[in-house]
């Protein structure tokens, strides 16, 4: 701990009594500092991992958009902005890593649990907050316009092809079998995409990455963190995730006391649904092929897998 404390002196000027390491995320490691009586989130994206230069890359262009959602909108208090460097950047890089630190949120990831009736409201009150703004706010937004590419396309076509004789047996035993209706996907995928492109949808910013695990309650307010995925898109790129959710009903009505006259765009919905399997389906394999794993990561990563697999042939 060491390293991320002379980090956090040299950079952030905190002096840190403790660095005490959280559960982490799909993308990065998390750690809580302990500073003078204060506390502060360490959020760590390995290098070594292969993920990490998607995650990281556009750091520089959300995060201002971030910092003016929390000041100028409704939506300050309900979400985390990163704290800037001793320079004033938003991020410290260096050879291990990408670091970014928070003021540490006292409260609990919703996770495993159910959200209760109030939290359904507050999560969407956030997101019909976060989708009245759009390319008019006043900060850049074209680093992070939805193209409706699938940067990821090649690399998956690889990996169930020539690359699927270099993943480990058990792995290549477990994806054989669904090779055909992924590359079946991946087609309907790109048709769809090809449309898209060719219209004139409306797009919004979205977070893109809305589940349990993103969202924390602390004292009486729901907050929404892990902004990396920050989008302007079509909002079906946020609620793709809720239409299958139980509390979907209870989400709309709060929903549509914003949106009056939301209608959902059906092929925008179907695109991230599919789109956001086989990413994910496309990443487990990565970190299978590439990333250093300890047993019991692999185990999860491979249990992931099956339960990724297991619902493609029903998107």
Known sequence: MDHFKTILRHHYDRD?????????GWSALAYKVISDQH?????????????????????DK????????SCQTGLQGKLPVPLLTRNAAYKHEDDMGIYQLFEYIEGKTIGSQALSTMQVRQLAEIIAQLHLYGEEVPISTAAIKEDFRI????QFREMLNEDI???????????????????????????IAEELRGSEVEMKLCHTDIHNWNLMQSGQQLILIDWEGLKLAPVEADLMFLVDQPF???????????HT???????????????????????LLEQLLFDEQEEEDRVGTIRHLKGELSKVEGD
């Open 39 to 59: 506390s502060y989130f360490l959020k760590v994206y390995e290098k070594s991992r292969a993920s990490t230069p998607k995650w990281t890359a556009l750091i």
């Open 62 to 69: 959300y995060v201002p958009i971030i910092q003016w959602l």
């Open 151 to 154: 940067p990821f396309a090649e």
């Open 248 to 258: 979907l009903e209870e989400f709309m009505a709060t929903y549509l006391k914003t």
């Open 16 to 24: 840190a009594a403790d660095v005490i390491p959280q559960q982490g």
């Open 165 to 191: 004789h270099r993943l480990p047996d058990d792995v290549s035993e477990i994806v054989k079998p669904f090779a055909s209706i992924l590359a079946t996907r991946m087609n309907d995928l790109e048709m």
């Open 261 to 283: 006259n939301y209608v959902v765009n059906r092929q925008a919905l179907k695109f991230y649904q599919i789109r956001r399997r086989l990413e994910d389906i496309c990443e």
